[in-house]
């Protein structure tokens, strides 16, 4: 293969200057300083002390913290399966060029993507509160007249949410995993006799594996990081600050001001996601190039 | 051909009505904001949610939201501007730099730096947002734009995305001819590379725009001065002023529903016109490089 730049040694590092000068600023130094700050606790307005890794004992006893983390996995659980299992099958209807409308269904589901997370929240917030909801008079014609911001469906109200905002995303991985499958594929295995669904079943699913390992690693890292739905929505009802991680490593930071404890939680936080992901990369035998 | 059977069967049709009800709920939210933004808000609270109705207060609740607190909103779209703007025009050139060396350059522990960078996209933004805060503290920049600003220029992602297009669309064989005609590095970079790589320029820059305009919990940490807020940030605030007070001089839902409709407007046609890049971005993201 013909050769790249053989300029001088330094060429490349003067490409690469102003983003490993930003990097080092604004990801490296605040993970190790986030780390150092971590190690210490202070007492009101005494100079801080070093505890070790006490407050890291601490984010694993702490109720308020290991309930957040693990309503995030049931919300991970339930939203996830049904947020990638939609947008698989609007993958496949958009990926089939005999079905109709695919560029609308295309656009329209994607389109949520587009709108900030925070605006996003407000709008569902407006929609589900009682006075402002076209949902009541919907709902209304049956008999029922649920409250979508009470403790009890808060937590299926913003999976809705969440779902609303990522299904086109998620379907547009799956999309370009699909779109990348060689079409002769089809043509020899319909050939063969296949009908739609064999095609679907050992073609199309085997071989977007790799996306859908992608979709599900992309939803690990949002879900463990969910913070302005619920945040949006403190202001219309009462969202408990252990609802999610992010909720309550926020509280303790800018509430409490204990930023040492909630960089030892940030910490945790990431090494959580870090975990599941890897399981998920593993368990598909994912292999780095 | 028996496709016009299979078009019409009872199963296709099924299948697409599922697909045209999915839309409905995909497109419920902004049906809703635009039918609220004509209305004033006595007329929010004691008329049909789902349809129009007179008069038709949407000048007058574009007249409430420009006049506001000295019309505050419109300060905060020029805000959105500003951030968004800015990082995008730096992160699009500082990401075509450093995907250039990476991609056209070899160079000591190249791999190992890209894939530190990469492994990165994985860190949650709290644990890096709560650390930048207490680092933009001690520098003095909590309440100035570049608190929102700088941070944002990092983008692993984008650094990943800039290599893939250099990789695709910027031959190696170009380099030596450009070489022979006594072309510098930077020359070539400027002159013959960036050219070439437009379409990945436009899908960074697009990226990082909407990413920056939608972004919410830094702002939040570090601008507590409302005219140097985010429309995201200015919108949450009005929000919960409105929605927790009863008081006097909180923003009328008018102006909330005017100003979630300005948010969103730009980013539904810079996504509508440019869908092209969307995905681009997001399938070269989905294959592996």
Known sequence: MRTKFRSGKYMPFVFLSPFLVLFALFYVAPLIYGFYISLFHKYGLRPPTFVGLENYVKAFTDSGFLSSILTMGEFFLIQGSIMIGLALLFALYIDNEQNHFRGFFKLVYYIPFAIPTVISGILWGFMYSKSLSPFQSIFGVFGLHPNFL??????????????????????????????????????????????????????????????????????????????????????????????????????????????????????????????ISMIFMRFAGFKEE | MDTKKSLYSPSTLIIMTLMFVASAYFLLPFFWIIVASTKSDSQLFSTNPLWFTSPFNFLSNLKVVSSYDNAILWRWFLNSLIYAGSVSAGTTLISAMAGFAFSKYDFKLKNVLFYIILGTIMVPTTALVLPIYLLMHGLNLINTYWAVILPSLVNPFTVYLMRIFWMKEFPNELIDAAHVDGASDFAIFFRIGLPLVRGGLATVALFSFVNTWNNFFLPLVVISKSNLYPLTLGLQVWTSITTTSVGRGAPPYGAINMGILISIVPLILAFIFLRRYWQSGLSSGAIKG
Do not use: C
């Not at chain 1, 009908?195 to 690693?217: E, G, H, Q, T, W």
């Open chain 1, 150 to 275: 009470s403790s009890g469906s808060l937590f299926w109200s913003i999976m809705n949410i969440v779902t609303w905002e990522w299904v086109g995303y998620n379907m547009i991985i799956l999309y370009s995993g699909l779109q990348s499958i060689p079409r002769e594929l089809y043509e020899s295995a319909k050939i063969d006799g296949a009908r739609n669904f064999d095609v679907i079943r050992y073609i199309k699913l085997p071989l977007i594996v790799p996306s859908l390992i992608l979709a599900i690693v992309f939803t690990v890292i949002g879900t463990f990081q969910i913070f302005n739905e619920p945040y949006v929505l403190q202001s219309m009802t009462y969202v408990s600050t252990h609802f999610t991680p992010n909720l309550y490593i926020y509280t303790t930071a800018f509430s409490y001001g204990n930023f040492n404890f909630a960089a030892a939680m940030a910490i945790v936080l990431a090494l959580v996601t870090f975990a």
